[in-house]
């Protein structure tokens, strides 16, 4: 294309400032068309740490009171639903044979002097799960690898995970936010195994499952992080 002047002496055209091309894409993305499918498809990227998922993603939806309604909707027909089932004392058993589970009931729950026992032990202390094989002395903290800190997303599972020797392989590489990514899907993967096992389990759980799978991101895009 020529650019055309006044001058005898043409000038090179400005370069186009630089934008964000991911923040750029998700805007118009949000604007008209299908707001749960423009919403789902910018909810299931990945990011590269928690500052991008809050500035591109999370701040971006508070915007939309509507979009607000579709995240928390499906957030509460699919993970929601997948973590009660993790969570549920007869999965637990048929799961981890000999388990005994404390705080399952909503009675107070710690991980402080518990003795070493010949049987594998989970504890939910009304927010977070820890675990320990049986004659073990050391807990299992999802915390430590597996799991953003002060998050509540999988602990239930990957404590669950920890007893089945089902973990995946730690990636060791601290500062690569996405493995958070990967053991979200193992996490997801585990659970659709034990969904399809478990002989109680129901179709909505089973449909939560398959949606969790098929947009698996979302399960840690949607999450609340801790103030830093």
Known sequence: M???????????????????????????????????????????????????????????????????DIEQKWVDKNLKVIIDFMGDIDVWNFMIPGIVVYGFDGSKASTRNKPVVNHPIAVFTGSHWNSRKATETDWFEPYAEYQIFGTNQFCQTFAMMYLADKLPTINTDKSNFTKYYTYTIEALKFIEKVINNYPSSTLKEKRAIKECIKYPNVCLNSIEFPST
Request: no cysteine; net charge positive.
């Open 2 to 68: 020529k650019y055309l002047t006044k001058s005898k002496k043409s000038k090179k055209p400005k370069k186009p400032k630089r934008v964000n091309t991911i923040k750029k894409r998700k805007i118009k993305k949000m604007s008209g068309g299908n707001k749960q499918t423009n919403w789902l498809t910018m909810a299931n990227i990945q990011y590269k740490n928690i500052k991008e998922i809050k500035k591109n993603y999370q701040s971006l939806i508070k915007k939309d009171k509507e979009v607000v």
